[in-house]
């Protein structure tokens, strides 16, 4: 099992450009979800999903959109990227009411 | 809001020591807390989840306790190692916050044990 897996792991984006975060998990899990950690602000929810086809935001939704497809992918799309989406950007999976795996993570610079 | 505290921020041990990790939330209508290990650039590695109705957990040389009435949490390490040097989160996942029971983080312990 690969477990939860990131592409890509490093990105520089321009102000401005558009990009997609995927993620994938092996674990059939229902919950999926997409965090940001920032120094001095901890990890912080963007967007998350109980199902295929079903999203939600979280606490920092602005900026960001978000498909679930398959039950297996749960991509993070930033339109228009901006210098505040700075960030290391972390997706999670996990059965309902249970513990959430995280995968490495994806670093993000916006120039 | 949920506000998760942990405290201290970084900690410094030798090899050996058996050492205590806090954290503290305001809310105490919570679902479960967990507990995560994060290695330097890497992700959040899941060591011990406690549901609301359960005191402790352990695993290997973790015990992680839980005192919802206090709202506070420990995780404890026994005979710490140079491995285990990382930095250290705990997460709790309210009641209100509905079917995807999302979590909310602490800033983390930076632990370093010493050889």
């Known amino acids: 099992n690969a477990g939860v897996t990131q592409t890509p792991k490093f990105r520089v984006l321009k102000t401005g450009q558009s990009m997609t975060l995927l993620c994938a998990q092996d674990m059939n899990h229902e919950y999926m979800y997409w965090y940001r950690q920032d120094p001095g602000m901890g990890l912080r929810l963007i967007h998350y999903s109980v199902g295929e086809g079903t999203t939600a935001k979280g606490e920092v939704p602005d900026g960001y959109n978000v498909s679930r497809l398959k039950k297996q992918n749960f991509l993070l799309g930033l339109e228009s990227a901006a210098p505040s989406q700075t960030s290391v950007y972390f997706c999670a999976s996990s059965y309902p009411f249970r513990e959430q795996f995280f995968g490495p993570g994806t670093r993000l610079t916006v120039l | 809001k949920q506000e998760v505290t942990q405290i201290p921020a970084a900690l410094s041990v030798p090899e050996g020591e058996n050492l205590v990790l806090n954290c503290s939330f305001t809310d105490s209508a919570i679902y479960n807390l967990q507990w995560f290990r994060q290695d330097p650039g890497k992700g959040l590695t899941s060591l011990l989840l406690?549901?609301?109705?359960?005191r402790e957990q352990t695993s290997g040389r973790l015990n992680a306790s839980l005192d919802k009435s206090s709202g506070r949490s420990t995780l404890y390490i026994a005979a710490s190692q140079p491995g285990d040097s990382a930095t250290y989160l705990c997460a709790v996942s309210l009641i209100s916050s509905g079917s995807a029971r999302q979590l909310t983080f602490g800033s983390g312990t930076q632990l370093t044990v010493l050889p």
């Open positions: 406690i549901q609301s109705s359960q």
